[in-house]
């Protein structure tokens, strides 16, 4: 199965409106109004071509224009020390403005989106689950891949639920309508649940390198590992999460790009240093947002100047985190005037400079040549959401907290980026620097300072917002949801 045919292909299968049930409320008014389609399961998963286009719509939720390719930047960077929302003013993308200076309410559309995709992708997954489970029609060997690759993505929905607001109502199984108004399962019991999903994917998944050409981009042992070791980051689990490090790290699975900038360029898509990418194309369907199968956070972040519209600026402070020599900088950071491409006939000189950018800077990262653009603003470009050197940098952090060698995995990433063996002393500072530093404006800094305690560095943060309010549509269908603290 090529991962990013089928993600277009399903936009096109009506039958996909099998996989979407009604859980926990969320699902909009236009929904609710949709008759259910009365096919049986028996009747749709009646091969493996089904099975395979079904799980196509398992995965469909990532790419989603809300979900993953506004919220994963807007949270993640601008929320965060990082950037700043730029833009026109305020007022455009206000929910991230709001987002950003921790004024969000419970109507925040952006926060609904990171709410009610999660859930669509997991009931899809327990309804291609039932739907294969003894089946006769599925063959074993399919039965076996797509369930651990169902497994993986209910994991990643889970966690996706569980950093945002904590613990959620854990789904399982496709519910009857008495089950619609679960209330919160604990953290620890979240958690429970994102760690036995990821570990049964980790256990039947195959290994990168054993991927046909037509497989690439489709989750892997080392996807599930990967996000399994975070969910251990994310808990503080030091001891597990360290041996789960090493145990990637020695895999040979992956490895760090030579160059730095290769990271995000087209031609290095689901690339060795890439554990698991989100997989956008260009088709060239003439629609936009959900419609297309690319992804808008090129635009989003371009200059306005040069096309683009401005989001996600960095700041001065991120820029002066970068040492003298570090590679990286160039890379992260377009500063006014550059050139970029320079020498081809995608040459490109930066204006960053102008009334409504409020750093004077602009994410480098997800910038593609003209050459290379697609359609409708929607860009082919994969968003890196797990890489090798994101996998190091956990090593180091989880051998800090052990008292172990974290200078190995943390000089790797120093080197590559062009710069000598670490002289801090101070372990954990050394982690948190070249984490920001390595992967600065990829979505992950806001995560960061609120997972380790340093949400004080971020203007409007306190500790009773290290959470976001649940959506009050979601509050209004079911009472038996607890708001968080605001």
């Given at each position: 199965m090529n991962l990013k045919y089928y993600l277009m292909k399903t936009k096109y299968y009506s039958i996909l409106l099998l996989l979407i049930v009604i859980s926990l409320g969320s699902c909009s008014d236009d929904f609710l109004d949709t008759p259910a389609p009365s096919l049986s399961d028996q009747v749709y998963f009646s091969n493996d071509g089904a099975a395979l286009n079904a799980l196509a719509g398992v995965y469909d939720p990532l790419g989603w224009y809300d979900h993953m390719q506004i919220n994963e930047w807007a949270i993640g960077d601008v929320v965060s020390d990082d950037a700043e929302k730029g833009g026109e003013n305020d007022a455009d993308q206000i929910d991230i403005h709001t987002i950003s200076t921790f004024g969000a309410n419970a109507e925040n559309g952006l926060i609904r989106e990171k709410w009610q995709a999660p859930y669509?992708?997991?009931?899809?997954?327990?309804?291609?689950?039932?739907?294969?489970?003894?089946?006769?029609?599925?063959?074993?060997?399919?039965?076996?891949?797509?369930?651990?690759?169902?497994?993986?993505?209910?994991?990643?929905?889970?966690?996706?639920?569980?950093?945002?607001?904590?613990?959620?109502?854990?789904?399982?199984?496709?519910?009857?309508?008495?089950?619609?108004?679960?209330?919160?399962?604990?953290?620890?019991?979240?958690?429970?649940?994102?760690?036995?999903?990821?570990?049964?994917?980790?256990?039947?998944?195959?290994?990168?390198?054993?991927?046909?050409?037509?497989?690439?981009?489709?989750?892997?042992?080392?996807?599930?590992?990967?996000?399994?070791?975070k969910a251990y980051i994310f808990q503080g689990k030091w001891t597990e999460a360290e041996a789960l490090a090493n145990t990637i790290v020695s895999s040979g699975e992956y490895n760090l790009e030579p160059n730095y900038e290769d990271v995000f360029k087209l031609t290095h898509d689901n690339g060795i240093e890439s554990i698991f990418d989100i997989q956008y194309a260009d088709f060239n369907t003439g629609e936009w947002g959900d419609g297309q199968e690319g992804t808008v956070t090129p635009i989003f972040q371009g200059s306005r100047k040069n096309g683009g519209w401005g989001f996600n600026t960095p700041t001065q402070d991120l820029f002066d985190e970068f040492e003298v020599g570090d590679v990286r900088l160039k890379a992260t950071i377009i500063s006014d005037g550059d050139i970029l491409w320079e020498g081809t006939a995608d040459e490109e000189q930066i204006t960053t400079i102008y009334p409504e950018n409020p750093t004077g800077y602009h994410n480098r990262k997800y910038q593609l040549p003209a050459s290379e653009k697609g359609q409708m603003s929607e860009d082919p470009l994969n968003w890196r959401f797990i890489r090798f050197a994101d996998v190091l940098l956990w090593q180091a952090e989880a051998a800090a907290h052990n008292g172990s060698d974290w200078q190995t995995p943390i000089n790797r990433v120093r080197n590559r980026a062009g710069l000598t063996n670490t002289t801090q002393t101070d372990a954990i500072a050394a982690v948190y620097h070249e984490r920001r530093v390595e992967l600065a404006m990829e979505g992950h800094r806001y995560w960061d300072l609120v997972r380790t305690g340093r949400g004080s560095l971020m203007n409007g943060f306190t500790d009773n917002k290290r959470y976001f309010l649940i959506p009050q549509i979601e509050i209004n269908l079911n009472p038996n949801l607890v708001q968080n603290p605001y």
């Open positions: 669509l992708g997991i009931n899809r997954a327990n309804k291609l689950i039932e739907g294969i489970t003894d089946n006769t029609n599925i063959s074993e060997d399919v039965n076996k891949r797509v369930t651990a690759e169902v497994l993986f993505l209910r994991g990643l929905y889970h966690f996706q639920l569980a950093k945002i607001f904590g613990g959620v109502p854990v789904v399982t199984k496709i519910l009857a309508p008495s089950e619609y108004t679960l209330p919160r399962n604990t953290e620890e019991e979240t958690w429970a649940q994102i760690e036995t999903d990821l570990t049964a994917a980790a256990a039947n998944l195959p290994r990168k390198s054993a991927l046909s050409t037509t497989e690439i981009g489709r989750a892997t042992w080392g996807a599930a590992s990967a996000l399994l070791l």
